[in-house]
Nanobody, 122 residues
């Protein structure tokens, strides 16, 4: 059973950077696609970024493009998301997810973490 665990969230000031991590605690899963989604209070869950198995292919939502980097270390079964120049509108619960179906922006992923809160103060 895959178990994804996010970490790295917290309270940060606008303009600063944050790096989120997502580890598969079973260390047995190397999915075709991994992604980050976020959900702000009162809003629907939205796509943030995704990456393929090799790490060469990436995709970003317009809201974070140019100031975010998604990466993965398959040897460590870990996914990362760095967001620079954080804005108050980045405040949300961030979820990592994984699937072997090739889904990228489509939230129909097979496995989800429990989420980590990111709060950006102005």
């Amino acid at each position: 059973q895959v178990h994804l665990v996010e970490s790295g969230g917290g309270l940060v000031q606008a303009g600063r950077s944050l790096r989120l991590s997502c580890a598969d605690s079973t260390r047995t899963f190397s999915p075709r696609t991994m992604g980050w989604f976020r959900q702000a209070p009162g809003k629907e869950r939205e796509f943030v970024a995704a990456i393929n198995w090799s790490g060469i292919g990436t995709d970003y939502a317009n809201s974070v493009k140019g100031r975010s980097t998604i990466s993965r270390d398959n040897n460590k079964n870990t996914l990362y998301l760095q967001i620079d120049s954080l804005k108050p509108e980045d405040t949300a619960v961030y979820y990592c997810a994984a699937n072997n179906r090739g889904n990228w922006r489509n939230p129909n992923y097979d496995y989800w973490g429990q989420g980590t809160q990111v709060t950006v103060s102005s």
